[in-house]
């Protein structure tokens, strides 16, 4: 990564020092930099919101600009995608330089507009929003473990078939990631055989239902979200050879937001 990014980086934890409000999330000298800066906006929607915002630098940033996703449970998440394609326009003015801290104080003074133009447009494509539902959506699960895992992984591998679903069943040390793509009533059906079916089995060998699955993230495939072909399972005997698979199919910021809080 850049040294530019290194002092950049250094910079923001001296300005954002309160505890949780800059957490870095990967580094790497071949990916570069992931990190968290977490900010209260006053006096939007009458009341103070959280935003979480998610940065990657890249290795040739700031010639290119950072990948970011914002979330927040102030917000829906159409405002917040609405958030991140202006921050991601407004980068563009500040190609060359360091920009996270501009985005941070911009997103700060223009959160009210955005989440106001936001509405008007959502309500202008009332009408439409039915549509949605026929779009290609996406789903990331972690399993907190698998105990019976052959026959664990040969029944997300039928479940995944018979709902015409693709993606990865990930495995990393003990990590356990399942990402799927697919039209969103597969979705919510896989969803529904994961939470009622007894897949596994418990401590004394009988058979249970999935109890301490997460949902990491459900949201509607992006145009920057490559389409897996079909289902695969996959094992990674490092965290860059997982994050390279993320990165292959157009998902950095899926991986920095929600993979490094795992290894915690």
């Known amino acids: 990564m850049s040294e530019l990014a290194r002092e950049e980086l250094s910079a923001l934890a001296a300005i954002y020092c309160e505890p949780g409000a800059c957490e870095v999330l990967a580094t790497s000298e071949t990916h570069g930099i992931s990190f968290r800066i977490q900010i209260s906006v006053k006096e939007v929607l009458h009341t103070d919101v959280l935003l979480k915002l998610f ?37 563009k003015q500040h190609l060359s330089e360091p920009m996270v801290h501009d985005l941070i104080l ?42 019976a895992k052959a026959k664990y992984v040969k029944t997300v591998e039928k479940w995944a078939s018979d709902l015409r679903l693709t993606g990865r069943l990930m495995f990393m040390g003990k990590i356990i990631l399942i990402l799927l ?52 399972v996959k094992e990674y005997s490092a965290l860059e050879e997982l994050q390279k698979e993320f990165e292959t199919a157009g998902l950095t910021t899926l991986f920095s937001e929600f993979v490094p809080p795992l290894l915690k």
């Open 106 to 147: 911009w997103v700060q003074q223009h959160l009210k507009d955005v989440i106001k133009q936001s509405a008007t447009v959502c309500n202008e494509k009332t009408t439409l929003s039915k549509g949605t539902e026929d779009g290609i959506w996406m789903l990331l699960l972690h399993l907190d473990h698998m105990r």
């Open 181 to 232: 793509q697919g039209d969103r009533n597969s979705i919510k059906e896989y969803l529904i055989l994961q939470k009622t079916s007894k897949v596994d089995v418990d401590s004394s060998g009988k058979k249970c239902k999935e109890k301490m699955m997460r949902v990491l993230c459900e949201t509607e495939l992006q145009s920057q979200h490559k389409r897996f072909q079909m289902f695969e």
């Open 55 to 91: 940065f990657h630098l890249p290795v040739n940033y700031p010639s290119t600009v950072p990948d970011i996703s914002v979330t927040s449970d102030q917000l829906t998440r159409a405002q917040c995608v609405d958030v991140r394609e202006k921050l991601l326009e407004e980068a």
